[in-house]
């Protein structure tokens, strides 16, 4: 064994030694749990039989027990000029089990989705527009509809 490698065991044997706690110290204190919090941003495409376009969202949670908590998610998507979507949920988790690597759970909560589109610039999804007639006929005037 050559002086070189000699030193390299010594310093890895050292380093191994001393990372380990010795028998007389106390281990790490438990920790109380406290509230665990989630933040997340997303993005990515969505798609109708007529349209595709952006979609970006974030969603945020908060475990108020280690096995219950809520999920608060939103999210809009570009439906092209003057036309939009916006969706949005509030859920709440719960484990059926002890925490592990896999843990089933529960999930159920309220939600909503708005969209808005002007069929003066636009055609009208075709969702929608198997649902009205006449979609210029419904339409409600508002603030900028000088017309009547």
Known sequence: MTSHTRAEAIVAV??????MPAFAQRGPAEH???YGTSFSVFGGVASDSSHTG???GGSIGWELVPWFGL???AMW???GARDGAFA???TAVASLTK???VVPFIAGGVGLYHTSFDPQLSEMPGF???RFADARRHRIPDARDVSH
């Open 14 to 19: 050292w380093i191994a030694l001393a990372a």
């Open 32 to 34: 109380a749990w406290g």
């Open 54 to 56: 952006l979609a970006g």
């Open 71 to 73: 999920e608060g998610t």
């Open 77 to 79: 998507l570009d439906r």
């Open 88 to 90: 949005a949920d509030v």
């Open 99 to 101: 925490p592990g690597p």
């Open 128 to 130: 929608y527009r198997r």
